[in-house]
């Protein structure tokens, strides 16, 4: 059977933080303005293919990085999601059986 997890008092903090958060579609809009930056700066490398080659070996990495820092807001925005989810279960749960 496994054991049961112990939070420490920073990540309780941290959960309460979470669960106190009423609207969570922002965390998944903070992720749009770096897929639209992500897409501007591959874009400008491939122009920069025609001036610069080296410019162009630079931004790509760049580009990549600023879509994953996007795809890991949209992640925090489903994760937020099933925490509340999860916690919603779990008072109908408490209710039911009081």
Not at 29 to 46: D, E, H, K, M, N
Not at 69 to 77: C, D, K, L, N, V
């Amino acid at each position: 059977m496994p054991e049961p997890v112990q939070l420490s008092e920073s990540e309780k903090a941290f959960l309460q933080r979470i669960l106190t958060m009423e609207n969570l579609d922002s965390q998944k809009r903070i992720a749009y303005p770096f897929w639209v930056l992500a897409g501007i700066t591959l874009l400008a490398s491939q122009l920069a293919l025609f001036w610069n080659p080296l410019l162009c070996i630079a931004l790509l990495p760049m580009a990549s990085a600023i879509l994953m820092i996007g795809m890991a807001r949209f992640g925090y925005y489903r994760l937020y999601r099933l925490i509340h989810h999860q916690k919603a279960v779990i008072d109908k749960a408490g209710h039911k059986s009081n």
